[in-house]
Nanobody, 121 residues
């Protein structure tokens, strides 16, 4: 079994910072893409940032310059450093990964359980 576990969400004032973590564990051979998505109440889930095995990165326009995605391949962990947070950043943040597992010998797509980020004005 392979799973993703997020941590680091919480309550922060506008202008503040938070760091989210997503740790992958289990029968992992390799991790191709990893990404952060978010979903606010009444809205569709949207891509926030993604990072690929070659460390190339991509961000939603709404977070460019404020958020930084990174990964530690030795720890199978991805991070999202969020700065200059705004009330509109408030959402449940989900971790996503495409993982090649030894148990299935194929790539599978995984989601974490989500972590709440609340930004007070």
């Amino acid at each position: 079994q392979v799973r993703l576990v997020e941590s680091g969400g919480g309550l922060v004032q506008a202008g503040g910072s938070l760091r989210l973590s997503c740790a992958a564990s289990g029968s992992i051979v390799s991790i191709n893409a990893m990404a952060w998505y978010r979903q606010a109440p009444g809205k569709q889930r949207e891509l926030v940032a993604q990072i690929f095995s070659g460390s190339s990165k991509d961000y939603a326009d709404s977070v460019k310059g404020r958020f930084t995605i990174s990964r530690d391949n030795n720890k199978n962990t991805m991070y999202l450093q969020m700065g200059s947070l705004k009330p509109e950043d408030m959402a449940v943040y989900f971790c996503y990964a495409r993982v090649f597992t030894s148990s299935s010998m194929r790539s599978v797509e995984l989601w974490g359980q989500g972590t709440q980020v609340t930004v007070s004005a």
